[in-house]
């Protein structure tokens, strides 16, 4: 059984770095036929993809084109996680963030979630 | 202003059958990209019911049925329980913003 653990600070202040960890259990970010993926969710816009990195003989990132150029996704094979770094960040960015699993273009499995505020 | 429209709520007594619709365009849904199911309980994540327009998942009870005709698709729920009662969610992807996109969720509740 596939299992995502989250890990990251619930508040970040304004113009600041918000990042997150997904460990994961039960599979490997170097698999070659599923995705990472990070979702959020706010009431003001709802469930929201923000990325994914895949392994298909070498790494691939694709972005969300509401965060390209704030957003980075890193894959990380010694400790078979994936992070989430979202820079210059405002209110606007505070949401329940969660990791997760995709095949065939559907997620599997979900982290737990993290609520992260932005807020001075 | 979510790219993919669902109705912000639905409602059914016990044992009755419901549809949920999600509609979109001829960039996603409209274009042949599948579309997929969740179910979210309150306080916790996303649960995946449909994937593929029609398939479920095992363990996911065959009263729930999905369907797809053009720029739209369907979440048919059958013998309504009051467990079901719970916000769902349509996804997928979108050709013009080259990522995955949502609907906006419709709660359903069981009365």
């Known amino acids: 059984q596939v299992q995502l653990q989250q890990s990251g600070p619930g508040l970040v202040k304004p113009s600041q770095t918000l990042a997150l960890t997904c460990a994961i259990s039960?599979?490997?970010?170097?698999?070659?036929?599923?995705?990472w993926n990070w979702i959020r969710q706010s009431p003001s816009r709802g469930l929201e993809w923000l990325g994914r990195?895949?392994?298909?003989?070498?790494?691939?990132?694709e972005y969300a084109v509401s965060v390209k150029g704030r957003i980075t996704i890193n894959p990380d094979t010694s400790k078979n996680q994936f992070s989430l770094q979202l820079n210059s960040v405002t209110p606007e960015d505070t949401a329940v963030y969660y990791c997760?699993?995709?095949?065939?273009?559907?997620?599997?499995?979900w982290g737990q979630g993290t609520l992260v505020t932005v807020s001075s | 202003q979510s790219v993919l429209t669902q109705p912000p709520s639905v409602s059914g007594a016990p044992g009755q059958r419901v549809t949920i619709s999600c509609t979109g365009s001829?960039?996603?849904?409209?274009?042949?990209?599948?579309v997929h199911w969740y179910q979210q309980l309150p306080g916790t994540a996303p649960k995946l019911l449909i994937y593929?327009?029609?398939n479920r998942p095992s363990g996911v009870p065959d009263r729930f049925s999905g369907s797809k005709s053009g720029t739209s698709a369907s979440l048919a729920i059958t013998g309504l329980q009051a467990e079901d009662e719970a916000d769902y969610y349509c996804?997928?992807?979108?050709?013009?913003?080259?990522?995955?996109?949502f609907g906006g969720g419709t709660k359903l509740t069981v009365l």
């Open positions: 997760s699993r995709a095949r065939d273009g559907y997620v599997d499995f």
């Open positions: 039960g599979d490997s970010v170097s698999s070659n036929s599923v995705a």
């Open positions: 990195t895949y392994y298909r003989s070498k790494w691939y990132n």
């Open positions: 001829s960039s996603n849904i409209g274009a042949g990209y599948d």
């Open positions: 593929g327009h029609t």
């Open positions: 996804q997928s992807y979108d050709s013009s913003l080259s990522g995955w996109v």
